[in-house]
């Protein structure tokens, strides 16, 4: 079974509209989670890596105030997609694993701007 | 940093057959290798590991390959079945970093 739960799967909403995506590990405390966009027929591309208790790493490129990432317990991790417009519709996608524990994906958002 | 190239990009076999994808990093102390396959629109999953103390590894009809030396690793599917059609990425890590480079991906295509 899944061993990392990602909410919601799918989020449509007009432009400037903010949107929030879970991304929760199961049966396991992760202190550090990852979130990727995926673009159609492309590779993974990391944009942050989420620390507990500690503020977010970006990756060059990505705008922090756009993905706001906040990882407040050791189970559960948010990215706020802030204004979002329709250069922003992707398929978001976070990992979560430990150091003996390799790294799971959760199902995936599908965000799509109108 | 880390760098991962994966060839080829699409790969059409048929039905039966083997299929090999390979993949190249450029970072001498990566040493978890995890090969991912990702089905249309859905989630990336782990389909077999690999680490460095280890050259090779087998699981059914999958086995990945690894060669420390020339940092290269590959994936080999043989008895190639339809539902091996799919989007396949490799990755490399450095243990306890947890930080995965992908690699681009490769099409695979099973022909009936």
């Known amino acids: 079974g899944a061993v990392v739960s990602q909410h919601p799967s799918r989020v449509i909403c007009k432009s400037g509209t903010s949107v929030k995506i879970e991304c929760r590990s199961l049966d396991f405390q992760a202190t550090t989670m990852f979130w990727y966009r995926q673009f159609p027929k492309q590779s993974l591309m990391l944009m942050a890596t989420?620390?507990?208790?500690?503020?977010?790493?970006?990756e060059q490129g990505v705008e922090k105030d756009k993905f706001l990432i906040n990882h407040a317990s050791l189970t559960l991790s948010t990215l706020t997609v802030t204004s979002a417009h329709p250069e922003d519709s992707s398929f978001y996608i976070c990992?979560?694993?430990?150091?003996?524990?390799?790294?799971?994906f959760g199902d995936g958002t599908r965000l799509s701007i109108l | 940093g880390e760098n991962v190239e994966q060839h080829p990009s699409t790969l059409s076999v048929q039905e039966g057959d083997s299929a090999v994808i390979k993949c190249t990093y450029s970072?001498?102390?990566?040493?978890?290798f995890p090969w991912y396959k990702q089905e249309l629109g859905k989630r990336p999953q782990l389909i077999i590991d690999?680490?460095?103390?280890?050259g090779e590894k087998k699981d059914q009809r999958i086995a990945v390959t690894l060669n420390k030396t020339a940092k290269h690793f590959s994936l080999h599917i043989t008895e190639t079945q339809p539902e091996d059609s799919a989007v396949y990425f490799c990755a490399a890590i450095i243990q306890g970093a947890q930080k995965l480079v992908f690699g681009q991906g490769t099409r695979l295509t099973i022909n009936p």
């Open positions: 690999i680490r460095s103390n280890v």
């Open positions: 989420s620390n507990e208790g500690s503020k977010a790493t970006y």
């Open positions: 990992s979560a694993g430990t150091e003996n524990q390799p790294q799971h």
């Open positions: 970072d001498s102390a990566s040493n978890y």
